[in-house]
Each structure stands twice: as structure tokens, then as C-alpha cells.
């Protein structure tokens, strides 16, 4: 079971850029890799939008055609990065990882495991 802690959330001017990362609380790396991990949003009132995914074993990429170009998903053998270039005002959301089987284009299937969210807010 994981237990998925997303960080680098916070407010960053339109343009600029910030880095999340998703990992297992307990450090333990070996079991973050076994898993396709999903990045979502959301945004009071609306639904949990799926970003990005990446796969477990060749780390394909996948995005939402709203990030691709800005964003770029990564991992290594602990973490998941979401690098978010040229952040623009709709970005404002709560950020969540997931991690499931595999992917389903951007979208993390099962979603077995989430964390808590980060807020990312970009002031125009």
C-alpha cells in the first residue's frame, strides 16, 4: 500500500514556473516504481481534471492537450515530478497524484492509491 505525499505546491506569478513532486511517504522507493502514476486538479466546483500520466516499467508520457508543451511529467526511482512551465491563471487548482496499474492516456487507471493535494495558485 502506498502513501502518496504530494510537495512543491504555492504561488508563482503567470509565466513562471513551479515543480511537484509525488512520493511515498515512507521512502519506499521500490514500490512507487511499480506503479503508473496519474497527476489530477481541481478546482472548487468542478470536476478532477487528469494532466498527465506516466507509465510504471518504459515511462511513457501522457497529457492533457491543456498542458502539453507547458508541463512535463518524470520519475525516478522514488518520485514522480510535474515540472509546470509557463503557468498561467487557469492553472490555479489543487494538485493530486494517484497511482494505479498502468495508464490510460493521461488518465491513471484503478487510481488505487492518492494523496492529500497541493495547492498551486499563479497570480496574473
Known amino acids: 500500500q502506498l502513501h502518496l505525499v504530494e510537495s512543491g505546491g504555492g504561488l508563482v506569478q503567470s509565466g513562471g514556473s513551479l515543480r511537484l513532486s509525488c512520493a511515498d511517504s515512507?521512502?519506499?522507493?521500490?514500490?512507487?516504481?511499480?506503479?503508473?502514476i496519474g497527476w489530477f486538479r481541481q478546482v472548487p466546483g468542478k470536476e478532477r481534471e487528469p494532466i498527465s500520466c506516466?507509465?510504471?516499467?518504459?515511462?511513457t508520457a501522457y497529457y492533457d492537450h491543456s498542458v502539453a508543451g507547458r508541463f512535463t511529467i518524470s520519475r525516478d526511482i522514488a518520485k514522480v515530478y510535474l515540472q509546470m512551465n509557463s503557468l498561467k491563471s487557469e492553472d490555479t487548482a489543487v494538485y493530486l497524484c494517484?497511482?494505479?496499474?498502468?495508464?490510460?492516456?493521461?488518465?491513471?487507471?484503478?487510481?488505487?492509491?492518492w494523496g492529500q493535494g497541493t495547492q498551486v495558485t499563479v497570480s496574473s
Open positions: 506516466i507509465g510504471a516499467r518504459d515511462g
Open positions: 494517484a497511482a494505479g496499474p498502468t495508464c490510460s492516456g493521461r488518465l491513471v487507471a484503478g487510481q488505487d492509491f
Open positions: 515512507r521512502f519506499t522507493s521500490r514500490f512507487i516504481s511499480d506503479y503508473a
